[in-house]
């Protein structure tokens, strides 16, 4: 069965600092790899998704993640946080039949 | 406007009084799922659909129900709630391939005292 990890419950940084949420995976065949965001009260949004190509993907609000084969790994970073980019992240796994397993959640504070 | 819609979003209830929670979209998807979200657990699957009259089990199907009978329906039904089944709740949708990221309701706060 497959499995995501997010091996910390809370991030802290600085506004203007760089950030990185880790994401680990585990899944037989190829994974589809996603991030999306809740903000307080609000449902998930999308952030970026891996499907093939190019290991280095862009999404909203100036987000990318890196896709690493060797290391199982999609961690999201963004080179200089903002205070409104506070809120919940979810590493998300999808194969190609449809089963879908979410990580825990990091929750990211931005301090001004 | 693309969107799923959940109803209600706000729920107390007691220990055994049957309820149902529904979600509808808007974008023509195949696939819908419903999920809870505990604290430090993260979002755990509940049912999904791929599509009218297909349901299958997720990770945590005990003490719910599900029906797909039309393609923008997927309401969660909880025949006898317990108190271990307060929790948050999100229905999402996608198209069919699962290469696609899903959308997400607003979500339902469920209580049953």
């Known amino acids: 069965a497959q499995s995501v990890a997010q091996p910390e419950d809370q991030v802290n940084v600085a506004e203007g600092n760089p950030l990185t949420v880790k994401c680990t995976y585990s899944?037989?065949?190829?994974?589809?790899l996603f991030w999306y965001v809740q903000y307080p009260n609000r449902g998930l949004q999308f952030l970026l998704k891996y499907i093939t190509g190019d290991n280095l993907v862009k999404g909203s609000y100036g987000f990318e993640a890196e896709f690493n084969k060797s290391q199982t790994s999609f961690h999201l970073k963004k080179p200089s946080a903002l205070v409104s980019d506070s809120a919940l992240y979810f590493c998300?796994?999808?194969?190609?039949?449809?089963?879908?397993?979410f990580g825990a959640g990091t929750r990211l504070t931005v301090k001004p | 406007e693309a969107q799923v819609t959940q109803n209600p979003r706000y729920l107390i209830t007691v220990t055994g009084k049957k309820l149902t929670v529904t979600c509808s979209q808007n974008m023509n998807h195949e696939y819908m799922s419903w999920y809870r979200q505990d604290p430090g657990l993260g979002l755990r699957q509940i049912y999904y659909?791929?599509?009218?009259?297909?349901?299958d089990k997720g990770d945590v199907p005990e003490g719910y129900k599900v029906s797909r009978k039309e393609k923008r329906n997927f309401p969660l039904i909880l025949e006898s709630p317990s108190p271990n089944q307060t929790s948050l709740y999100f229905c999402a949708s996608s198209p069919w391939d699962s290469n696609n990221e899903q959308f997400f309701g607003p979500g339902t706060r469920l209580t049953v005292l």
């Open positions: 899944v037989s065949g190829n994974p589809y």
């Open positions: 659909s791929m599509n009218v009259e297909v349901t």
């Open positions: 998300a796994v999808r194969d190609q039949y449809n089963d879908m397993r």
